[in-house]
């Protein structure tokens, strides 16, 4: 049975940092990518940041610079560093791995950032 389990996220003021991780297991085909989400209230699910198996990776351009993806292949976890953080990235923040034919979701994580 495959697990996603995130952690960290919380509330933070503007300017501050979080980082969020996102552990997986029981996944049996090969990790293709991982990357994060996001989605705000009334707002569609949209792209955060993404690394493919290869190492290439891909950022909205509302967070380059501030946002850093990185991976730890041994734990089967991806991180997100977000720093210099924005009241407007205040969202749900989700995992996602791509691995085979299958897409995994993490069960999101709330980031709230106060002006």
């Known amino acids: 049975q495959v697990q996603l389990v995130e952690s960290g996220g919380g509330l933070v003021r503007a300017g501050g940092s979080l980082r969020v991780s996102c552990a997986v297991s029981g996944i049996k085909f090969w990790i293709n990518a991982m990357g994060w989400y996001r989605q705000a209230p009334g707002k569609q699910r949209e792209l955060v940041a993404a690394i493919t198996g290869g190492g290439s990776l891909n950022y909205a351009d509302s967070v380059k610079g501030r946002f850093t993806i990185s991976r730890d292949n041994a734990k089967k976890t991806v991180y997100l560093q977000m720093n210099s953080l924005k009241p407007e990235d205040t969202a749900v923040y989700y995992c996602?791995?791509?691995?085979?034919?299958?897409?995994?979701w993490g069960q999101g994580t709330q980031v709230t950032v106060s002006s």
């Open positions: 996602h791995f791509v691995a085979g034919p299958e897409n995994y």
